[in-house]
Antibody, heavy 121, light 111 residues
């Protein structure tokens, strides 16, 4: 059974870089699949941040692309998110998820429990 | 503003049937990209309900069903139960944005 767990600081100062890690258990990242990051600001809906293929290819939300870096560490079986120059608008619950692959699109399953990141001085 | 449009809220009495729509355009649903649906209870991880327009993952009750036509998709829930009260999101791919996209979400209230 695949399980994902996000970890990282819960508080980040404005203009700094948000860094989160998603530890994967029950499946080897290097074996396949896409792996994604999604966030939900307070009171708002889900927003896709970006995804990484097990080989290292990355795909980012155009609205965040200039500030986002997603990487994978197969030796630790985890993947990471870095979001630079954060503002209060980046305050959200951040989720990581594995992406199932269909004929035309991918879907997110399973998801991690999520971690709240607050941007504040 | 989400690329995929969902009604902000829907409601129904226990035992009733409700549907949640997800309206897209020619660059996403209308272009043939599949639609997926999630159930999200506050404080928990979103749960995949439907993938590939109409497929249910193992463990999802057959009270939940999905369909797609043209530039829209729908999630139907029959035999509504109190435990179905949650937020529901559709998700697809948009070729103009070159990325995964979510609907704005629909809050289901069981009366």
């Amino acid at each position: 059974q695949v399980q994902l767990q996000e970890s990282g600081p819960g508080l980040v100062k404005p203009s700094e870089t948000l860094s989160l890690t998603c530890a994967v258990s029950g499946y080897s990242i290097s074996s396949g699949y896409y792996w994604g990051w999604i966030r939900q600001p307070p009171g708002r809906g889900l927003e896709w941040i970006g995804s990484i293929y097990h080989s290292g290819s990355t795909y980012y939300n155009p609205s965040l692309k200039s500030r986002v870096t997603i990487s994978v560490d197969t030796s630790k079986n985890q993947f990471s998110l870095k979001l630079s120059s954060v503002t209060a608008a980046d305050t959200a619950v951040y989720y990581c998820a594995r992406e199932g692959v269909g004929a035309t699109t991918t879907w997110f399953d399973p998801w991690g429990q999520g971690t709240l990141v607050t941007v504040s001085s | 503003q989400s690329v995929l449009t969902q009604p902000p809220s829907v409601s129904g009495a226990p035992g009733q049937r409700v549907t949640i729509s997800c309206t897209g355009s020619s660059s996403n649903i209308g272009a043939g990209y599949d639609v997926h649906w999630y159930q999200h209870l506050p404080g928990t991880a979103p749960k995949l309900l439907i993938y590939g327009n109409s497929n249910r993952p193992s463990g999802v009750p057959d009270r939940f069903s999905g369909s797609k036509s043209g530039t829209s998709a729908s999630l139907a829930i029959t035999g509504l139960q109190a435990e179905d009260e949650a937020d529901y999101y559709c998700q697809s791919y948009d070729s103009r944005l070159s990325g995964r996209v979510f609907g704005g979400g629909t809050k289901l209230t069981v009366l």
